[in-house]
């Protein structure tokens, strides 16, 4: 089969490198790719939104398959581009259709799809520029930490958590008036403040059936004990050890099963991952967002854990028999650290050498922002190589990740230290 990923990032990087594995796999795509993605496929310099050339693309290469790694491409409907396309319809795509797209498009079309199927989730109300007195209002009724998230995709910057009441209603009116997120923020939902640790769990699902994957903790914040501004994600770990049978079992039975049901109930086909953000209250499960791809860096962690042959995965995703599989799941720890560019998530430099790649033995290298350049890998983003290891124990993995992130080397590389730490 000749399959073609979508994307060029860390996370496009893991599927390419666990697909070209398959013993089933002719040809390998990437569009654009990365420096680490070129080393095991091709790499064709194509715009993720622009569906036309990629109609060309699949075309041009007779692509059996499509994996979409990030969300734009999804939430602009490229699945449904591909259905109503007389040459394209019979290409599977991994990768929810527009409307389903939306539970990450839209925080309040998704609230809204928890509240209808009675998924744990926040208490919230969604407000725009017309009702903003009224979210004013609405903040004067909460307790504080006061939660704002922007409606729409903003690059996972669109939410601000704030202490201040008065600073959480200047926040509120730069949103709304002032589109301090742009479009994304025409819509503003303000939701309460849940205390609690945070675990991502990834599933898979045709529609049908459904797969939960390894569970995975993803580190967000830029300083060291969690601190500073959000970024990407700077490290990730799988397995989640406060998630035992019973909790997982709350998981699947409050959460997992009410959503792929949901999906079903509202007409809305689903074939390819739901990535489900949930905290954990005391002992219960609640849903902070969805996402409607694989996360990043967690996909770093989960993949490599997972034994079965992808490709077969993702036929047995496209033909709806999810449910005929048996994932084999390795039981060791893995663990994902990020190296970033200096400056990072604010101002950073681009086209920065990067040297020592060929040292590292003890982790899988993937390559998040990087490009070759005259025949040198080069920086090309604020997170630039993730390196994954896996271990008896989180420490021994942890261990080794690490020692090969000090043999990266480019000007103003920095990575955080204590991933895991709270685990």
């Known amino acids: 089969m000749n399959v073609l990923v979508i994307g060029s990032g860390g996370r496009e990087h893991t599927f390419a490198w666990k697909l070209s594995q398959s013993k089933q796999i002719n040809k390998l795509f990437v569009a654009p790719g990365n420096a680490g993605t070129a080393n095991i496929g091709t790499n064709l310099t194509i715009n993720i939104s622009d569906f036309r050339a990629i109609k060309n693309a699949v075309i041009g290469n007779a692509i059996d398959m499509v994996v979409v790694g990030p969300e734009a491409p999804l939430v602009d409907g490229i699945h449904d581009f591909f259905l109503a396309d007389e040459d394209l319809k019979n290409i599977p795509v991994i990768g ?3 409307r389903a797209a939306t539970l990450e498009g839209s925080k309040e079309f998704a609230k809204e799809f928890m509240q209808r199927h009675k998924i744990p989730t926040a208490q919230y109300k969604a407000f725009t520029s017309e009702t903003v007195e009224e979210g004013f209002r609405f903040l004067e009724s909460m307790s504080p930490p006061y939660v704002l998230k922007a409606d729409g995709l903003a690059a996972g910057k669109g939410v601000v958590i704030l202490n201040n009441l008065e600073e959480a209603q200047k926040e509120l009116e730069e949103m709304l008036l002032r589109s301090k997120f742009g ?6 939902v303000i939701e309460e403040f849940l205390q609690g640790i945070e675990l991502s769990c990834f599933v898979l699902t045709d529609g049908d059936n459904y797969q939960i994957l390894p569970f995975a903790k993803d580190y967000k914040r830029i300083g060291e004990g969690d601190t500073g501004l959000n970024t990407g994600g700077m490290g990730a770990v799988s397995p989640v050890p406060f998630v035992d049978g019973a909790f997982r079992r709350k998981i699947e039975e409050q959460i997992v099963q009410p ?13 390819g991952f739901i990535f489900i953000g949930l905290i954990k209250v005391e002992d219960q499960p609640k849903v902070i967002e969805y996402n409607v791809r694989m996360g990043d860096p967690e996909t770093e962690v989960v993949l490599p854990r997972i034994k079965n042959d992808l490709l077969e995965v993702f036929q047995a995703v496209a033909t709806q028999k999810l449910n005929s599989l048996v994932l084999e799941i390795d039981p060791r720890t893995a663990v994902t650290v990020m190296v970033v560019s200096g400056g990072y998530p604010g101002s950073y430099q681009k086209g920065v050498e990067i040297t020592g790649l060929e040292n590292v033995k003890n982790a899988t290298l993937f390559h998040a922002g990087t490009l070759t350049r005259e025949g040198k890998v080069v920086t090309n983003g604020g997170r630039v190589i993730a390196l994954t290891s896996l271990g008896d124990t989180m420490h021994e993995a942890l261990q080794k990740a690490y020692n090969d992130a000090t043999l990266v080397h480019f000007k103003g590389k920095y990575f955080r230290k204590d991933i895991g730490f709270d685990l």
Not at 183 to 188: C, G
Not at 259 to 271: A, I, R, S
Request: without cysteine.
């Open 96 to 98: 929810p259709q527009k």
């Open 259 to 271: 959503t792929v049901e949901g999906l079903k109930k509202d007409g809305m086909p689903y074939k």
């Open 183 to 188: 479009e994304a923020s025409h819509t503003v």
